[in-house]
């Protein structure tokens, strides 16, 4: 039997993570394990409460402690604005940014015919019971632009005409890119989206 099999299994399960293969994991099981009573214990420790509480709020889908987040029980954040996102990263991205004041409704995915993934396997049939119960003026389509994503975004468009205010994210040159690097979707894109100056 291996000495190190607790280890190697480590290392296995944090290479399964996004952003880290079998080296990145490796190396940073060993940083923790180096520091172990400042880092591995306490990360432990972190890990198992957040696996024992973590959940989806009931009301919107972002993950949090209780059954309905911060953001649907704020009264400030009850300004008629809901911002429609693919998956609670995008929801985090958004507060990130600190700009967006409304809230959000998490779809968990877009549509795919390939993979079999229609309305009723997202959160798509619930946004119009949301647009009534919260007095909802404005609904923003913040999905990414992937074939999916545009396809689920004019699918919510059509479900919701003529009930509520429609907008979606602009889309095109991100401040600081140059065209050199760009893909040819952006490009076109931006091309759509010139205004005025």
């Not at 003529?162 to 979707?185: H, R, W």
Request: charged fraction near 20%.
């Amino acid at each position: 039997m291996s000495s190190t099999k607790d280890i190697d299994a480590l290392i296995d399960m944090m290479a399964k993570l996004p952003g880290l293969g079998p080296r990145s994991a490796r190396r940073a099981v060993l940083h923790l394990i180096r520091k172990r009573s400042l880092q591995l214990t306490p990360l432990a420790d972190l890990m198992q409460t957040v696996a024992a509480t973590a959940q989806e709020c009931l009301n919107c889908g972002n993950i949090g402690t209780q059954d309905v987040c911060d953001i649907c029980t704020s009264n400030k954040r009850a300004n008629g604005e809901l911002c429609i996102v693919e998956d609670v990263a995008d929801l985090w991205a958004m507060e990130r940014s600190g700009v967006f004041q409304g809230r959000y409704h998490v779809l968990g995915g877009t549509l795919s015919a390939l993979d079999a993934v229609g309305p009723e396997e997202l959160r798509i049939p619930r946004i119009p019971d949301r647009i009534l119960s919260e007095n909802v003026t404005e609904v923003i389509l913040a999905l990414n632009a992937t074939i999916d994503g545009q396809t689920t975004a004019h699918y919510i468009a059509d479900m919701l005409d003529g009930q509520v205010k429609l907008t979606s994210l602009a889309q095109g040159v991100p401040i600081g890119g140059e065209l050199d690097y760009l893909d040819d979707g952006t490009i076109s894109a931006a091309l759509r989206a010139r205004k005025s100056i």
